[in-house]
């Protein structure tokens, strides 16, 4: 899994909160209440955790 390490726009560290927010998310959570509880706050944070995709595991079944 390749989790940005840091929001493009402002820079913090997002990735610490990541396996946090995935975990919660399988429970069924709301994603806004989730993020709020992390402590999230800034758009542009919250947009780097929502819209990851995580296809190393696709791209994994490819050999050279």
Request: hydrophobic fraction near 35%; proline fraction near 3%; charged fraction near 35%.
């Amino acid at each position: 899994m390749i989790v940005p390490v840091r929001c493009f726009t402002c820079g913090k560290p997002v990735a610490e909160y990541y396996e946090k927010f995935m975990n919660e998310i399988k429970t069924n959570k709301n994603a806004k209440k989730v993020l709020d509880d992390l402590g999230i706050k800034r758009y542009c944070c919250r947009r780097m955790l929502l819209s990851h995709v995580d296809l190393v595991d696709d791209i994994m079944k490819y050999k050279r």
